[in-house]
């Protein structure tokens, strides 16, 4: 079983959690990231704290004693520690010195994975174009969905804390440790049914190849159980509120420990 790493993805304005075929994607890619929109994790992280909380307030009852309380709001945070390391991406580059061919060691800087972080979730895009705000009202920076397996959490990113505490003999930063804290103003308890996904992904591309197959020609000419759903369709269903494999669940779930959790 190949080992399933924690991705941080970053979300589209309106959107609380990323396209199931989005996921798919990301997970299938042998990329550690785009420098755009998500990074994969190097180290899966060892512990992850969250927590959920409410803020209670008292209902007037005029002359009773006692008072009824109510939820005025609630709130969710997540918190994790992360490892980025670049002293094993060290290719050797071969270059004319003096006349000579030489090899050296070159390391990449682990900063400029780490610097991702705070330019997809803590910095505004009012910070590199303020001409693009017209209403005169400060952009949020983007939020963060942080999915491992079957685990979700969607929120901002509050805090960034990096320790650096390994350097090349160049002084280039290799390993940095990342204090990541998301919070959120809303109750959330985000699972997935991994299998669930993954049976209605693989179903809807063997639709779209029976399709094919049905006439190369012309696909339209296929009968409705040939065409069968569209990906659209699924990736649809796959995020709709009222199916409850594979989607997020709002009411606290029968924990399921997977076999191999790291």
């Known amino acids: 079983m190949q080992l399933e790493k924690a991705m941080l993805i970053r979300l589209e304005e309106g959107k609380d959690i990323p396209e199931a075929s989005t996921i798919q994607s990301y997970r299938e890619s042998k990329e550690d990231g785009d420098g755009k929109n998500w990074i994969r994790v190097h180290f899966n992280p060892a512990t992850l704290k969250t927590s959920v909380s409410t803020n209670l307030k008292s209902q007037d009852k005029g002359k009773k004693k006692t008072q009824g309380q109510y939820i005025e709001k609630s709130d969710s945070s997540l918190s994790l520690d992360l490892v980025f390391d670049t002293s094993v991406i060290a290719p050797d580059i071969h270059e004319q010195e003096g006349g000579q061919k030489v ?74 440790a990342v204090s990541l804290t998301l919070k959120e103003d809303r109750y959330q308890f985000q699972t997935y049914d991994i299998a669930a996904q993954s049976k209605k992904v693989g179903s809807a591309l063997q639709k779209v190849e029976q399709k094919k197959k049905a006439d190369p020609n012309n696909p339209d000419k296929a009968t409705p159980e040939q065409k069968g759903p569209t990906p659209q369709a699924v990736i649809s269903d796959l995020n709709d509120p009222n199916n409850t494999a594979g989607k997020l669940q709002l009411t606290p779930a029968k924990p399921d420990i997977p076999n191999n959790i790291f």
């Open 103 to 176: 090899t050296r060691l070159v390391h990449k800087d682990v900063r400029l994975i780490t610097r991702q972080l705070a330019e997809f979730f803590l910095k505004s895009p009012d910070f590199e174009d303020p001409k693009k705000n017209k209403k005169g009202k400060m952009q949020a920076p983007s939020r963060c969905h942080f999915r491992w397996g079957s685990f979700g959490f969607t929120g901002m990113v509050a805090a960034i804390n990096e320790n650096i505490d390994y350097f090349s003999a160049e002084g280039i930063p290799l390993r940095s």
